[in-house]
């Protein structure tokens, strides 16, 4: 696993690549299937670009976004923040919050 956002961009060159793996914020992962991962941060980009370990937000923000988003993917519980996701199946990563 790739823990650099300079390596991880080496990868899987994307603009929310860096950005993603140093800022904690609000971040959107739209999927293929049309729902919305939630996340915090990317942790780590496979070695051959195929998967990204993220902290997923808490399940606050998530029942919040829910109402918006209907079908959301949040954290099950505030101890489980961590998932892997397969970054074939990403559509669109946005900032779903501002400064």
Same mark, same amino acid.
Request: hydrophobic fraction near 40%.
């Given at each position: ?5 300079? %390596?991880?961009?080496d990868?899987?060159?994307a ?9 904690r914020?609000l971040f ?11 996340i ?8 051959d670009?195929k998967w990204?370990?993220v ?6 923000t ?9 079908g959301?993917i949040? *954290?099950? *519980? ?7 996701? %397969? ?12 400064s």
């Open positions: 696993m790739i823990e650099d956002h300079g %390596q991880a961009s990868v899987l060159p603009w929310y690549t860096g950005r993603m793996m140093t800022d914020w959107g992962l739209y999927t293929n299937d049309g729902r919305v991962i939630l915090r941060k990317i942790l780590a980009i496979s070695d670009g990204m370990d902290e997923l937000v808490d399940t606050e998530g029942e919040e976004y829910e109402k918006l988003l209907p959301v949040s *954290a099950i *519980a505030n101890d489980r923040p961590r998932a892997s996701i %397969q970054i074939a199946n990403i559509v669109i990563a946005l900032d779903l919050q501002t």
